[in-house]
């Protein structure tokens, strides 16, 4: 079955960096566009990046220029690298795959930007 595993959330200081990793099994990954979304305590759940399975990418123009995603296909993961952290980034950050039969989730990393 589909499987994604999210990795690397943490607790760092506001102008620190993050690097959160999502590992997938039961798919074949190179076909498919991943994403990384974020849910803040008492908001919805909302995008944060996407790359398809070309390797191009969108951002949410909170994080532009700060965050980056990339993957590597011969690992079946995802990245996502966070630079210039703020406090208002502080959400579990969700891995979805999106698949033809829908997208999957990961369980969730917490990041928490705090002094």
């Known amino acids: 079955q589909v499987q994604l595993v999210e990795s690397g959330g943490g607790v760092v200081q506001p102008g620190g960096s993050l690097g959160l990793s999502c590992a997938a099994s039961?798919?074949?990954?190179?076909?498919?566009?991943m994403a990384w979304y974020r849910q803040a305590p008492g908001k919805q759940r909302e995008p944060v990046a996407r790359?398809?399975?070309?390797?191009?990418?969108n951002y949410a123009d909170s994080v532009k220029g700060r965050f980056t995603i990339s993957r590597d296909n011969a690992k079946s993961t995802t990245y996502l690298q966070m630079n210039s952290l703020k406090p208002e980034d502080t959400a579990v950050y969700y891995c979805s795959a999106e698949l033809r039969a829908g997208t999957y989730w990961g369980q969730g990393t917490q990041v928490t930007v705090s002094s």
């Open positions: 790359i398809t399975s070309g390797g191009r990418t």
């Open positions: 039961g798919i074949i990954f190179s076909l498919n566009a």
